[in-house]
């Protein structure tokens, strides 16, 4: 079992930027591709961005292209998600995840084993 803690959210004016933290525990964490999903209110969970388990592959949903960076520190268990340039409508609880295996990382929700709980970003206009 992999517990997963996600940190950083808050709320922030347009156009700022927050860096979210995911720390991970229980399991090899090298062993796991990573990934950040939202969810809106009223909306269904979706994609953020991906990195496979060495950090080599990152993945991004078009909308985040260009501002967000996910990133890893494998001797820190930890998964980061750097947003710039924030939307209001980037609003949402971002949660992280878990895909096991040294593989290529899912970006569909269906592939992930583990989730932690979310933290709230709320951008202002």
């Known amino acids: 079992q992999v517990q997963l803690v996600a940190s950083g959210g808050g709320l922030v004016q347009a156009g700022g930027s927050l860096r979210l933290s995911c720390a991970a525990s229980?399991?090899?964490?090298?062993?796991?591709?990573m990934g950040w999903f939202r969810q809106a209110p009223g909306k269904e969970r979706e994609f953020v961005a991906a990195i496979n388990w060495s950090g080599g592959n990152t993945y991004y949903a078009d909308s985040v292209k260009g501002r967000f960076t996910i990133s890893r520190d494998n001797a820190k268990n930890t998964v980061w998600l750097q947003m710039n340039s924030l939307k209001p409508e980037d609003t949402a609880v971002y949660s992280c995840a878990a895909d096991y295996g040294r593989k290529p990382v899912a970006t569909i929700r269906e592939g992930y084993d583990y989730w932690g709980q979310g933290t709230q970003v709320t951008v202002s206009s």
């Open positions: 229980g399991r090899t964490f090298s062993n796991y591709g």
